[in-house]
T-cell receptor, first 113, second 114 residues
Framework: KAGVTQTPRYLIKTRGQQVTLSCSPI?????VSWYQQTPGQGLQFLFE???????NKGNFPGRFSGRQFSNSRSEMNVSTLELGDSALYLC????????????FGQGTRLTVV | QQQVKQSPQSLIVQKGGISIINCAYE??????FPWYQQFPGKGPALLIA?????SEKKEGRFTISFNKSAKQFSLHIMDSQPGDSATYFC?????????????FGGGTRLMVKP
């Protein structure tokens, strides 16, 4: 069974640009969560999607948004990139929202220059 | 606001020794406490987890001790091996009608010396 797949693995963008990251959950998993990992702030929750609906949202500005498609694949978008957005963006999937075990992908390393 | 505090930030242990990582939380509504292991270039992987109605859980060389009254929990790695060298994160899950989310500790970088 394939794990959580995130694309691309690495990305370099210029300040002010926008970026879209993609996450394909494990087959059969319908809940997808996004986390930002930085050396200074650690792992922080961005949002969770289930059945194409955002179920929960962390404390991030509106520049961070996401969506989920009918096949459970999810994308997150960051607009007007800032240097501080440089981070590893991780996606985690679960079968259902109430499930406890979340399976993480390898992440997308975003560098903003 | 960091709701889960993890210590130490880094830890060096000799092969065969015991590695101990501690976490403390504030939110009494947390209902699930997992530990994740992360190797460089990889995403975090669930190692072991505990619910607050249990004081201890052991899986192989890994044990979680949980003290609900003190709002603290810890990970013990017995007979530590060089292959255990990784970054470890404790986490706590908050669960509400909207959904749930994990709040992570700051991480502990463990190095096990051969």
């Amino acid at each position: 069974k394939a794990g959580v797949t995130q694309t691309p693995r690495y990305l370099i963008k210029t300040r002010g640009q926008q970026v879209t990251l993609s996450c394909s959950p494990i087959s059969g998993h319908r809940s997808v969560s996004w986390y930002q990992q930085t050396p200074g702030q650690g792992l922080q929750f961005l949002f969770e999607y289930f059945s194409e609906t955002q179920r929960n949202k962390g404390n991030f500005p509106g520049r961070f948004s996401g969506r989920q498609f009918s096949n459970s694949r999810s994308e997150m978008n960051v607009s007007t990139l800032e240097l501080g957005d440089s981070a590893l963006y991780l996606c985690a999937s679960k079968i259902r929202v109430i499930d406890t075990e979340a399976f993480f992908g390898q992440g997308t390393r975003l560098t903003v220059v | 606001q960091q709701q889960v505090k993890q210590s130490p930030q880094s830890l060096i242990v000799q092969k065969g020794g015991i590695s101990i990582i501690n976490c403390a939380y504030e939110n009494t509504a947390f209902d699930y406490f997992p530990w994740y292991q992360q190797f460089p270039g990889k995403g975090p992987a669930l190692l072991i987890a505990i619910r607050p109605d249990v004081s201890e859980k052991k899986e192989g060389r890994f044990t979680i001790s949980f003290n609900k009254s003190a709002k603290q929990f810890s990970l013990h790695i017995m007979d530590s091996q060089p292959g255990d060298s990784a970054t470890y994160f404790c986490a706590a899950r908050s669960n509400n009608n909207a959904g749930n989310m994990l709040t992570f500790g700051g991480g502990t970088r463990l190095m096990v010396k051969p």
